[in-house]
């Protein structure tokens, strides 16, 4: 059975197609060319000492507490109903509430998002850092607030403090959560059920913007978190952090990054520098530690020439991104970067629950006889 992206190899009249031609091409082009959006800066040196992949000591003992839902995740952004209406026309995100402080939007039944409306000075003072391209980047993620299991709050609290953290309650009636700071002083919520999670996707949450949509509907959805791109000043230690307060699992360590699976919400990729490596310094500066530059969707349907030309046809970028360089139409992670209002960088890409494997699978470093 043919796929989407090959059906069209051979024209009507029988001549190789550009597609085609790509396609044959595809096994030339493999390790030829060098991303200009790569995985870890390991991928191609696995197994010096810079990209040590031996375990270090866990920070602590594992909770035993799974992560079975986002709540929500918390943007500052210098025009949140901009930002909303984007998001909304592109990604078929659906309103909840909106005001002049801020925009809630549902994405499907499955997670919510927060876009909080801050000065654009407070971006400036801070160097516009950001993960846009191109232009001020006047949006950051704030914080990310998780649905944990079993929930008891007063043990919750204690299996905090037990682990040398200093959680900050944060309840609103039935809603019940902890504010706790990962090792880069990251805001990270842990809750119950009783928020943004629940009622999420009914008719009587829904609201409308008070800016107006920027282009026509694309009718995409967005069906999966395929990852959020997490910056931290100790990859091995963050990822001991979250593997063992919330459940998250590993799939592979590359040396300066570790794919884990949030459960079956979606994944995230730790990426910084080794604690193994030599030349690694405790408590060096941390720069851009503990911020997540982009955040990567997959979409429903997918086309691979369709979607970069329904970005293209609303003067967005569409920047191809497949992690290991392939060309896209061959490669085993598709996607695109594009960049919004606010100047973050959004990526978009095919991966759904079904194939969340398909970028770890693509990046794992294979041992040197394996190449």
Known sequence: MQSADSSNA???AG????????????????????????????????????CNTSPIPEVFEATGWKTVALDHVTFQVADCQAEAAFYAALMGWTPRSSDSAQAVLDIGTWGTVIFKQVPSESFESAGGRGGGRGGPVHARVESCAYVITPWNAARVEAGLRQR??????????????????????FDLQLCNGEGLAKGRGSAA??????????FASTGWKTVWLDHFSFNVSNYKESVSFYRNLLGWQGT??????NELMIGEIGDIIVRGPNPLDPAFAK???????????HISFGIQPWDTDGVKAELEKRGLKAQVDTSTGDEIHVAAFKSYHTTTPNGYNLQISYVTHDNR???????????????
């Open 10 to 12: 051979v024209d009507r």
């Open 15 to 50: 001549g190789l197609s550009r597609r085609g031609l790509l396609q044959l091409l595809g096994v030339a082009l493999v390790g030829a060319q060098v991303p200009a959006l790569a995985q870890g800066r390991c991928m191609r040196t696995f197994g010096i000492p810079a």
């Open 164 to 185: 040398g953290l200093t959680p900050v309650a944060d309840h609103r009636g039935a809603f019940e959560s902890f504010h706790v700071k990962d090792p880069d002083g």
């Open 205 to 214: 949450a829904k609201a409308a913007l008070s800016a107006p949509s920027p």
């Open 252 to 257: 592979y360590d590359e040396g300066s990054q």
């Open 283 to 293: 408590g060096a500066a941390r720069g851009g530690a503990g911020r997540i530059d």
């Open 357 to 371: 494997l398909a970028l770890p699978n693509a990046v794992k470093p294979k041992p040197s006889a394996d190449r």
